[in-house]
């Protein structure tokens, strides 16, 4: 009950306040970086605010959780003011990203879905006001890998290739990744169909695992070509 009557006093121009300082304050946040960068890439910049991002989703999603010992609860119930503002962090980043990668002119399908479903989701939730539970968790389990996403193409910018600690990173992301994504991503999928939730919101929680399950598969590739590429060579391989 509280939570329904904290977030009636959110307006529809209030989300979008939130999302447009979001814009510009992600917006903002690449120009430092460029400027206090100048000789790294643009994909380096923008990995460096993708990683802000990630950091500040976990933390406010962490924050939004009522009660630990069920973090998942309730099910479509009304968004707190706390669960709505995380989504519109990171909607707002999504489409600061989106708008990012289309001037670098790195449109690929792959890519495109993502920000679709990421932004009409999101977009979805803020607009009905509910759904916010399972969609902070969903938030949550699609950002806590990110930070590794981005260390493993910076440390390639850095000069840092084929080492140690180049596996060390790709390994534990896999990890990460896996049981998130594919560990608790369909137990979280299940509960939002199988609640009572607008079917808009049901049908992006299908379109986030099927995305989830398609990345899984290419960094499974990804991680046997790294550790055959670390295997030690049979004797008189290179006689």
């Known amino acids: 009950m509280a939570a329904a009557v904290e977030s009636s006093s959110i307006s529809g121009s209030n989300v979008v306040s939130w999302v447009a300082s979001g814009v510009v304050l992600w917006s903002t946040a690449f120009v430092v970086v460029r400027a206090l960068f100048p000789k790294r890439s643009y994909d380096f910049c923008n990995r460096a605010v993708s990683t802000m991002h990630a950091v500040a989703a976990v933390c406010l999603a962490c924050l939004s959780v009522a009660d630990w010992r069920c973090p998942v609860c309730p099910l479509a119930a009304a968004s707190s ?34 920000h679709l479903v990421s932004i009409v989701g999101i977009g979805a939730g803020l607009a009905y006001q509910r759904c916010g539970t399972e969609m902070v968790a969903s938030l949550f389990i699609t950002e806590i890998s990110s930070p590794l996403l981005h260390l493993r193409e910076i440390l390639k910018e850095f000069g840092v290739r084929d ?77």
Request: overall charge positive; aromatic content about 10%; charged content about 20%.
């Open 163 to 239: 080492t140690d600690l180049n596996l060390l990173v790709d390994v534990l992301f896999a990890v990460i990744f896996s049981l998130a994504r594919m560990g608790v991503g369909p137990y979280l999928m299940y509960v939002t169909v199988a609640a009572d939730n607008p079917i808009l919101i049901k049908a992006m929680a299908m379109g986030l695992q099927l995305v989830s399950a398609y990345w899984f598969l290419r960094i499974l590739r990804m991680v046997r070509y790294k550790l055959g590429k670390k295997k030690p060579s049979p004797p008189g391989k290179d006689n």
């Open 81 to 114: 003011p706390r669960q709505m503002k995380a989504l519109a962090v990171t909607l707002s980043y999504m489409v600061y990203d989106a708008a990012c990668c289309h001037l670098n002119g790195d449109v690929r399908l792959d890519n495109t879905v993502h």
